[in-house]
């Protein structure tokens, strides 16, 4: 593995993802043991070489010998190309680059929601609210969430009544709405509305690909529906587990976890 050096990226250290992938640079020897800094430090130690502000949104690799700074795609385009050129050629193509490119700006922008630190209200670098980004990521996690639960509820045949792909969007996309409006009432002026509904999404999506083993081994062995019924509220157990914990995280009213279970309670009455 060849070492790209004099170069450092400044990464968010209270961003699960941003750690997790700078730090397989530095194990995997892609880039040296300084080859990135904490975004507070470098935005002191390369003061007027780098845009701190577009640092937050795309991550910055910066050249400590010359003090050029590329950002985003491109900086993980360099580490990775530098091993293997083809993927750097591959990456710029412009069709492939620019599908890139939105992927990973959906990521940055929604990292915080999708992954968020005990130290939330304590961050310096959050990525600039783009609801553009953050209203897809939400809608195509209640997308994913509906298919999964519709292919579940088949499982659960004469325990609940039979679902419907429609019945389950509405109860998803209708748990945002019923939230976010909530929310809104009451005007809570800690809690941004969309960084609320951002992490709620995640825990559906979270609960969603939990349920997809089940699923999967429903193909290949007949199991008691009871089993499945069992499972799915193991499921929700922990997704309210983690419901709560985000809601400590970002500082949002605790009532939000009880209206969240409230809400699929009624939910559930109404079904039975």
Known sequence: MKTLKNHTLLYDDQCPLCKAYTGAFIKSGMLDGNGRTLYQEGVR????KIDAARSCNEIALVNTQTGEAIYGLQSLLA????????IKSIGNFKPVYGFLNT??????????????????????????????FRIAFIVLCGIFTSLVLNHYASRLQGLVPSSSLYREFAICFG???????????????????????GNMMTVSLIGALLLLPAIGLSHIMVLSGYIYL????LVVAFMLFMHARRVAYIGAPGWLSISWVVYRLLVLTIIL
């Open 230 to 233: 069992g499972y799915f509220m």
């Open 45 to 48: 130690a390369f003061s007027g």
């Open 103 to 132: 992927l990973y700006k959906f990521i940055s922008f929604n990292r915080k929601v999708i992954a968020p630190s005990r130290t939330y209200r304590e961050q310096t670098c959050v990525p600039t609210f783009h609801a553009g």
């Open 79 to 86: 580490i990775l190309g530098y091993n293997v050129p083809y």
């Open 175 to 197: 748990q945002i709405v019923f939230q976010g409006l909530l929310l809104v009432a009451v005007r809570s002026r800690k809690t941004p509305v969309f960084d609320y509904l």
